[in-house]
């Protein structure tokens, strides 16, 4: 509610009727920017349905709704931390598969591999030079992994730096994130303003799309305290994708509730049923109140299958979707290609005029060859 208070008010319609966004910075007049969203997805494993439900299944909402979409499969985030390369390309063509299946149309919707576009790193660097130290090691994403590492990558560090890139580079007015991802945002939109007040209005000022339901926040099946995550150790704490309907059955069952057999949705004490009970609610349309009143005859232990009966009839399509794109790694790898094409002609525009801005325009130096003698 919160945030669609904010779109609301930050959206205003031009005289056609088309959405536009306009920043506010400074009394100077500002120019109106078109709504566009961006985001991207990492290729580092096989997507969970937290994942789904969350980010993915609202990317296909955005797109169908008409709004202007660019997606990215951001490959160069990945490598922050160490990849083995063909596990990483694997991964790439399985995302990519998994997105469009999810229904991310390349028709509708611009989605391209982030490392097609070289303008990504050139704007990073240019954007690494307009920030702080200080500043980004408050961040969450470097905080979080360095202190597990005895030597930190330079990537780790300067992750939101490019990820603040990837959305610049698009001019985007809007980014759809999860809560966790919030602070990195308002390094881009730091950096917006600090380019703008000092080169001329370039950026719009980012917003947050935030989801405010439940789909952003499933919990591990082992342990409903925490947050549903692939890097988990244990590999029955979240549904993949790409899971069979045996093993569904399998982690549903063995997913941790409490010692009370009534099937009642509170998530504050009672967060392991909560959790199912949610998942059964995203993946059926029922409300968590119609659940419980059609479960109020049974026990956890009973209704367990019937939450894996809904979510394996609504993921069934989809994983089937995702072998059959795999089989065909040459369309995968167009889609890519076209969208990449698409992507960069964009972000060379944005590119040749942050250039001309600071004072690097590219000089036409292959044909400026002028004889030293003659100008001597």
């Known amino acids: 509610m919160i945030t669609r208070k904010i779109l609301k008010n930050l959206s205003i319609k031009s005289k056609t009727g088309q959405l536009w966004y306009s920043t506010k910075l400074s009394k100077k007049k500002e120019p109106e920017f078109p709504k566009k969203i961006f985001s991207g997805v990492q290729p580092t494993g096989a997507l969970h349905i937290g994942n789904y439900f969350g980010a ?60 097609s576009v070289p303008q990504h790193t050139e704007l990073s660097w240019i954007l690494g030079c307009l ?106 704490s979240c549904i993949y994708l790409t899971d069979s309907p045996k093993e569904i059955l399998n982690k549903i069952k063995k997913a941790v509730t409490d010692c009370t057999s009534e099937v009642a949705f509170d998530p504050i004490n009672r967060s392991g049923v909560a959790n199912l009970i949610t998942i059964h609610s995203l993946a059926s349309n029922l409300s968590p109140e119609e659940i419980c009143e059609s479960a109020k005859e049974i026990d956890t232990g009973k209704y367990k299958p019937k939450v894996a009966e809904a979510l394996i009839e609504h993921l069934n399509p989809i994983r089937e979707k995702i072998e059959d794109y795999l089989k065909h790694p040459e369309y995968l790898e167009q889609v890519l290609s076209e969208g990449g094409e698409r992507a960069s002609n964009f972000a060379e525009e944005t590119l040749s005029e942050v250039k001309e801005k600071i004072g690097i325009a590219n000089l036409n130096l292959t044909k400026s060859r002028i004889s030293l003698k003659n100008v001597c």
């Open 56 to 115: 993915i299944k609202r990317w296909v909402d955005l797109q169908n709704s008409g709004e202007n979409v660019t997606y990215s499969v951001v490959d160069l985030h990945s490598i922050t931390l160490p990849q083995d390369p063909k596990v990483l390309r694997d991964n790439t063509m399985k995302l990519t598969a998994t997105l469009l299946a999810c229904g991310i149309d390349p028709k509708k919707a611009t989605l391209f591999l982030q490392s």
């Open 131 to 236: 920030t702080t130290m200080t500043r980004l090691t408050h961040l969450p994403q470097y905080k979080e992994k360095s202190a597990t590492l005895k030597e930190i990558p330079l990537g780790l560090f300067m992750y939101p730096v490019l990820q603040a890139a990837d959305i610049m580079l698009y001019k985007a007015s809007h980014v759809p994130v999860g809560e966790d991802q919030v602070q990195h945002l308002q390094l881009a939109m730091h950096l917006a303003k600090i380019f703008n007040n000092k080169y001329g209005f370039t950026f719009p000022q980012c917003q947050p799309i935030i989801a405010d339901d439940p789909s952003a926040r499933l919990k591990s099946l082992r342990d409903p305290t925490k947050k549903m995550s692939k890097s988990d150790s244990d590999p029955k």
